[in-house]
């Protein structure tokens, strides 16, 4: 099992439901927990990221602030398109510190990968970091 950044695999966030230039959602997939994506405050949100090649996933983790409900959908096609429910979860408030929740993918095998933010304990969520296990 080999836990990894997603950008260390070649891939890229290609959607992403809201923008703020201080807190660009590229920050998702930097590696670091230090900088973040935050939402506009509106629910639900969603991220897109796109691997370089299909890729065989056990599990991620999302290390996130005030996220409550979310959904996890892969793709294998090459669009962003024909998503399948992997798993929906409810993470558990964490009070002044980062949530970091695995999420198992039961060895899917995806191109795409979406996550749909349904709610959040407070109006503003974030999302730090996102790692994979292949």
Do not use: C
């Not at 599990?59 to 602030?65: E, H, R």
């Not at 060895?107 to 959040?120: D, N, Q, V």
């Amino acid at each position: 099992m080999i836990d990894s950044t997603l950008s260390a695999l070649g891939a890229k966030l290609v959607v992403a439901s809201s923008h703020d230039e201080n807190y660009p959602p590229e920050n998702i997939i930097d590696g670091s927990t230090n900088t973040f994506w935050m939402t506009t405050g509106m629910f639900p949100q969603e991220f897109i990221i796109r691997f370089a090649k299909s890729t065989s996933l056990k599990a991620v983790t999302v290390d996130s602030y005030n996220v409550k409900d979310i959904r996890i959908e892969t793709s294998a096609s090459e669009a962003t398109n024909n998503f399948e429910l992997v798993e929906e979860k409810e993470f558990p408030l964490t009070q002044g510190r980062l949530q970091s929740n695995v999420i198992s993918l039961n060895e899917t095998t995806a191109t795409h990968l979406r996550f749909i933010i349904k709610s959040g304990y407070d109006h503003f969520v974030s999302v730090h970091k996102l790692s994979v296990q292949t």
